[in-house]
């Protein structure tokens, strides 16, 4: 995952520190931006805002309002390094929203583990589903919606399991828990195995996954996911199962209801410029294609190409 921070400052000096310290990690990239451009690129939504207080023409704390009442940046957080001292000051700052208040002079090395360790940590507690460590509905939907601002060309993998809950109801749910966490591990490594630094990966909860993909071989990517599944899901039932094909499960009435196997479905939605406002949009597009994919037996996915002229 790329974590991007900003670096507001109105001459470039503490970038450079940043940028020397991190050439080694390619998963933080640095953005050198004034005071004054700050409120401009807003719309890209980044990890962690860093302000170089000593460094910047504007005022501080209107500074910090401007990034606070900016609705996709509400919850980002924002670090400042300064070598004002005084305690009114730090005060004036923390009430303000400002999480982080580090005084200068600060050791170089220092500054590298304190900005991975709290851009790493708040990434595991925001939104961070527990059983698969993936990132949530907050964060997808502000992945989704940074996207869409800076109109850029996408693809949209909703992930869903067929027959689950039949599973969940022979198995238990910690046998569930596994296969949730086994499909989370298979997306995973088939969404990341191009080595793009813009691919994303989702967990909105239960047996429903996401992925943004901005390469355009994601057809095979969804081939390559359902035989990876296809192969390991069957380690997760009893040989009985497996050679039945099947799970008995009785109903509610305790009529024995046979199910088919736990199976994969992918709805694809192709995002291109202009053809989606928002990211409910989106979402009702991904439901229809995903429903298609579901009619089909076993696993499936189905792709929805519709593009604006």
Do not use: W
Request: charged letters at 30%; hydrophobic letters at 35%; glycine letters at 4%.
């Amino acid at each position: 995952m790329i974590y991007e921070i900003f670096v507001v400052e109105d001459k470039s000096d503490f970038v450079n520190v940043l940028l020397e310290q991190f050439k080694g990690d390619k998963e933080f990239v640095f953005k050198s931006i004034s005071s004054l451009e700050l409120k401009d690129h807003l719309l890209d939504v980044p990890s962690l805002i860093l302000i170089n207080e000593d460094n910047i023409d504007s005022d501080i704390i209107d500074l910090c309002k401007t990034i606070r009442n900016n609705e996709d940046n509400s919850i980002t957080p924002i670090m400042i390094i300064t070598s004002n001292e005084t305690n009114e000051h730090q005060k004036e700052l923390l009430k303000n929203e400002i999480e982080y208040y580090i005084k200068k002079p600060i050791d170089d090395e220092c500054i590298f583990y304190i900005l991975k360790n709290i851009v790493k940590l708040l990434y595991r507690n925001r939104g961070i589903s527990p059983l698969t460590k993936l990132p949530g509905n907050l964060p997808i939907q502000s992945e989704m919606r940074k996207r869409l601002l800076k109109k850029q060309e996408f693809a949209v993998l909703y992930f869903d399991l067929d027959n689950f809950k039949a599973y969940n109801d022979t198995y238990g749910f910690v046998g569930g828990d596994e296969v949730i966490k086994q499909t989370a591990k298979i997306i995973t490594k088939n969404v990341n195995s191009d080595e793009s630094n813009h691919n994303f990966v989702g967990h909105i909860g239960g047996d429903d996954f996401v992925a943004l993909v901005t390469n355009s071989n994601y057809e095979t990517m969804c081939q390559n996911i359902i035989l990876e599944f296809d192969t390991k899901i069957l380690n997760y039932f009893s040989e009985k199962d497996k050679e039945r094909g099947y799970l008995e499960v009785p109903n509610r009435k305790g009529i024995i209801e046979e199910f088919p196997l736990v199976s994969i479905s992918i709805g694809v939605v192709e995002v291109s410029k202009a053809r989606f406002t928002n990211v409910l949009e989106i979402g009702e597009v991904g439901a229809q294609v995903k429903h298609l994919a579901k009619v089909t037996p076993g696993s499936a996915y189905a792709i929805n190409r519709r593009k604006i002229d």
